[in-house]
């Protein structure tokens, strides 16, 4: 399965810094490696993102046929 909070984010209008302050992270730069693909994402992550995205978790994810 492959995230979409990229998609997510940008169709929202929504920042990089914005998530990551959302999120309690000290830099940017730490959602965007989970972004990319390049961090995991841990549960607790997953459920404040689908809050913020107003997405239920299953969402964040695309479907591998997709």
């Keep these: ?6 998609q997510l984010r940008q169709s929202r209008g929504i920042t990089q810094t ?15 490696l989970i972004e990319k693909g390049k961090r ?3 549960i607790k992550t997953a459920r404040k993102l689908a809050e913020i995205f107003n997405v239920s978790m299953e ?6 046929s997709e």
């Design 1 to 6: 399965m492959k995230l979409k909070l990229k």
């Design 18 to 32: 914005f998530i990551s302050e959302q999120l309690g992270f000290k830099h940017p730069s730490s959602y965007s």
């Design 40 to 42: 995991g994402l841990e």
């Design 59 to 64: 969402e964040l994810f695309e479907n591998d």
